[in-house]
């Protein structure tokens, strides 16, 4: 039986367990992927956006959001804010079980890595530089461009002149890629508080070999940016009256 909270839960499993993967992948000692750099992790992550989006419609949710941020942004959008709460609490289900996947599927290879931040990266994000109104002005700069060209992509004057609907995701995950080579530098572009929350706890609460401290001085951040850019975004879409 598909439900919308069902397609949240199960998309933002499937993007977490492809997205987190991919960084694993990179970074673990030992991976076969080892040291394939940052065009692996953004192409990586794109597609992972692409699949996740996919697994969330086919299982109930025509929203696919993955991501609070985004339900937030088109909240603000349409005045309506029934179900921020509900696919909140799917979304980060949904990205806890993922991240548990990630150490699963690497699991030889945390005993094998002996850098504590490298394990955490596989989980979530850390600034390349540590500045707190910098990496929060990131998060936020780089989550409304996310959210107002999702916007965008699925409006109807797009619709009326662009590319079928069955585009869609395909289109939501070169955006992701873009963002990521563009502005995801500073702050590893967490862009989505599920995807960096909930793999956080998860860190924080799994046995894995040799890991350190799950950086929670820092977590604040990549949960109240993408917040604070969605909700922007979906001011900006609201008075556009892009729909």
């Given amino acids: ?47 992972a956006v692409m699949a996740g989006v996919f697994t969330a419609i086919a299982c109930g949710s025509s929203d696919a959001h993955l991501n609070p941020a985004v339900t937030i942004g088109f909240a603000v959008r349409d005045g309506d804010f029934t179900k921020f709460g509900p696919y909140l609490v799917a979304q980060m289900l949904g990205a806890i079980a993922g991240a548990a996947l990630v150490w699963l599927q690497y699991f030889p290879h945390w005993k094998e890595t002996p850098d ?3 394990k955490l990266a596989c989980f979530c994000t850390a600034p390349a530089i540590r500045a707190s109104i910098s990496n929060l002005l990131s998060e936020i700069i780089a989550t409304f461009v996310l959210v107002f060209v999702v916007g965008a992509i699925f409006s109807k004057r797009v ?19 873009g963002i990521g080579l563009s502005l995801g530098g500073p ?21 894995i070999a040799g890991k350190g401290g799950s950086d929670w001085g820092y977590a604040p951040i990549p949960v109240a940016g993408p917040l604070i850019g969605g909700v922007l975004a979906g001011l900006l879409l609201r008075a556009l009256a892009v729909s």
């Fill in 1 to 47: 039986m598909t439900s919308s909270l069902l397609g949240e839960f199960l998309g933002t499993l499937v993007l977490i367990l492809l997205g987190d993967g991919v960084v694993a992948a990179v970074l673990l000692k030992r991976s076969k992927a080892e040291g394939g750099g940052w065009i692996v992790i953004t192409a990586g992550w794109a597609l």
């Fill in 187 to 207: 702050t590893g572009y967490a862009i989505n508080p599920a995807r960096d929350l909930g793999p956080r706890v998860a860190h924080s609460i799994l046995p």
């Fill in 116 to 118: 504590e931040s490298r």
């Fill in 159 to 177: 619709a009326a002149t662009g590319p079928a609907a069955g585009l869609g995701p395909y289109l939501v995950g070169s955006l992701v890629w």
